[in-house]
């Protein structure tokens, strides 16, 4: 099936640098996509080139509007209708406006992304678990500050377990605030990214904003807040009951985490693993399960996260063939030493 739709004025920033935006669209929607000196033509399935005709219309529409997108936004959006059905340039748009992040303007940047700002929305506690570099914290922050923001919540609580990777919190310098600060600066990072410093300076003050280590949420019930616990996979059984514990009224809760990246000395032991089966069939409580295609950082972070799943699957296939049916090792039987004067049939056995 072949389209042509006019070109209107200024429809050539949906085109991107170097016809980035197009490319993708060809590639996502498998069609073909012809420039021509006052037209656009488009070809393939009926079902394709009918949503590559409506993300056009949505555009243009968008700017009779006074809309503009940046080309970051728009490439992000456009990586999200490709990939979902239901997801339209108007909608994402519309939706993104809708919500004020601070000084930031965000966009979902994969399906995933945009199902877990979704299920953030829709309900009390949610779980994203995934590599890093997905946005797992990033969004669950950003969707914090725009509760705060709307006056959903009264407060925003952000916590982490205090689990060296390599050093002891003994060895550092300074009180005990100053000790788990570095572990807990990703969290401050992502709010002087959405907030000016002043205004986020004036809330940590006034604990409109509440940064911890979770130990210190025991005994606390966490009433008209949006709480969120990072690094949740360095949790222990113990940590992670007691923090979905403490949600109280008008409450949200946000536990981020990555598997693969467990610090604790026995990583069976994981709040964060168990959780993932205790209360996977809890109604009210959400899990959205991040991988690499998620990743936001620079593509190479994409091929290193590949390159590390490959190599445990590897592994744990080598190990598999290595154990019996209870677990234990096999024992390394000798090849037997075939004697000439044996039967046969005692040598085929």
Do not use: C, W
């Not at 980035?20 to 420039?35: Q, S, T």
């Amino acid at each position: 099936m072949k389209k042509n739709i006019e070109i209107s004025p200024n429809l050539e920033s949906l085109f991107g640098t170097r016809d980035e935006n197009l490319h993708l669209i060809e590639d996502g929607l498998k069609v073909k996509i012809d420039l021509r000196s006052d037209s656009i033509q488009i070809e393939g399935a009926a079902a394709e080139v009918s949503r590559a005709e409506q993300l056009f219309s949505d555009y243009q529409d968008l700017q009779r509007r006074g809309i503009q997108l940046g080309n970051g936004d728009l490439n992000s959006m456009l990586r999200v209708i490709v990939t979902d059905p239901s997801a339209s340039l108007k909608g994402l748009a519309e939706a993104g406006k809708q919500r004020s992040f601070g000084k930031r303007q965000l966009q979902p940047k994969s399906v995933h992304q945009r199902r877990y700002m979704e299920l953030i929305e829709n309900n009390d506690m949610v779980f994203g678990i995934g590599p890093a570099g997905t946005g797992k914290t990033y969004l669950a922050v950003a969707m914090a500050v725009s509760a705060l923001m709307a006056k959903k919540v009264s407060r925003i609580i952000l916590a982490r377990p205090a689990v060296e990777a390599g050093e002891r919190l003994g060895f550092l310098p300074g009180t005990l605030q100053e000790k788990v600060d570095p572990y807990l600066r990703p969290l401050y990072d992502a709010l002087y990214d959405m907030l000016e410093p002043e205004k986020v300076d004036r809330f940590l003050e006034k604990n409109v904003i509440e940064i911890a280590p979770i130990a210190f949420m025991r005994g606390r019930t966490l009433n008209d807040a949006f709480v969120i616990l990072d690094e949740a996979q360095n949790t222990t059984s113990e940590q992670m009951k007691m923090f979905v514990t403490r949600l109280g009224f008008n409450s949200k809760a946000v536990i981020t985490g990555d598997i693969t990246q467990i610090d604790l000395p026995n990583a069976s032991r994981s709040g964060l693993v168990e959780a993932m089966t205790v209360l996977k069939n809890v109604e009210g409580i959400s899990f959205q399960i991040f991988d690499e295609q998620d990743v936001v950082r620079h593509q190479l972070v994409q091929r290193i996260v590949r390159a590390y799943d490959d190599f445990k699957k590897s592994n744990d296939q080598q190990l598999s063939l290595q154990l019996d049916e209870n677990g234990n090792k096999k024992k390394s039987v000798p090849p037997a030493v075939l004697d000439d004067s044996a039967p046969e049939d005692e040598l085929r056995q």
